[in-house]
């Protein structure tokens, strides 16, 4: 038998990106969404207007030649405020996610490798969190503290960290009476070492998983905060803040809910689609087909 005949093997990287690259709706998910992030971080710098350039003489305008889709109450461009909102939108997903996977990742691994009384009691506290109001809970910190951009990352994230807890948790103690880690013992690693350099990476998949589908729900989180009047604040402007701001005029200034609706929505499905193609791609079951 020569070398060629010889079938290549192939790492579960590997197989997970070609049965990805097969999912079409995973695919035009990664093509929008890399579409929305490239226009809202770069698309800001060629407008002609600002966020908060105003022209109160010119006051809510349909979609013109000058301004394309229109502009608002106070006679600012709403494409460049829609643009400059995904930045913020986008920034606060991408943050707050990185937080709760912070909290979520080590609480939920620490608690499924160390078992018993020690994971009864973590587990517990999460439960008892679980039964607190999430949305209440966030706008209490921002009431108590302030209304801080960076806070609003940390509180949103701070909220959202259970469920990522509990799905560490789980790999985790499915992981830890495997050999592998029964040897990484023998050898004589410590605790902490087994942790992070081996049950936490060979748990990678449901976590980046997860975290795609954390990120639109983060989003939504802060435009439901920015609709009650508590997420980002004027002039700034995000996409929640701008569809707070075109429901109150929908009648007289439709345009003004449209455009950030659709920016919004396209995110949001963009994110879904990618999220439930990565948790068919990384199911090691589909290896099997």
């Known amino acids: 038998m020569t070398t060629d005949a010889i079938e290549q093997g192939h790492s579960l990287w590997q197989d997970a990106w070609a049965r990805l690259r097969k999912n079409r709706l995973a695919v035009f998910g990664t093509i929008v969404l890399s579409i929305v992030v490239v226009v809202s971080v770069c698309g800001p710098w060629f407008m002609s207007y600002t966020y908060d350039e105003q022209d109160t003489a010119l006051g809510a305008s349909a979609p013109s030649a000058a301004h394309w889709l229109g502009t608002d109450a ?51 506290m999460v439960d008892i969190l679980y039964a607190l109001p999430f949305t209440i809970f966030v706008i209490i910190l921002m009431v108590f503290f302030g209304r801080n951009i960076i806070l609003l990352f940390v509180a949103i994230g701070a909220v959202e960290w259970l469920t990522m807890a509990r799905i560490v948790r789980g790999q985790v103690m499915g992981l830890r009476e495997k050999e592998f880690i029964e040897a990484t013992t023998v050898m004589g690693l410590r605790r902490h070492q087994v942790l992070f350099r081996h049950l936490i990476p060979n748990a990678l998949g449901p976590i980046i998983v997860y975290a795609t589908l954390t990120v639109p729900q983060v989003m939504l989180l802060e435009a439901f905060l920015s609709f009650l009047g508590l997420g980002v604040q004027p002039p700034m402007s995000s996409w929640g803040l701008l569809i707070n701001e075109g429901v109150e005029t929908m009648e007289e200034f439709p345009w003004l809910l449209i455009f950030p609706s659709i920016a919004l929505s396209l995110t949001l499905f963009s994110l879904n689609f990618l999220g439930d193609g990565l948790r068919d791609a990384l199911d090691p079951r589909a290896s099997n087909d």
């Not at 939108?89 to 939920?108: N, Q």
């Open 74 to 124: 106070l006679g600012r461009d709403l494409l460049t405020r829609i643009l400059y909102g995904g930045r913020i939108s986008l920034l606060v997903g991408i943050c707050a996610t990185t937080v709760s996977l912070l909290i979520g990742v080590v609480y939920g691994a620490i608690a499924g490798f160390s078992g018993g009384r020690m994971d009864n009691f973590m587990m517990r």
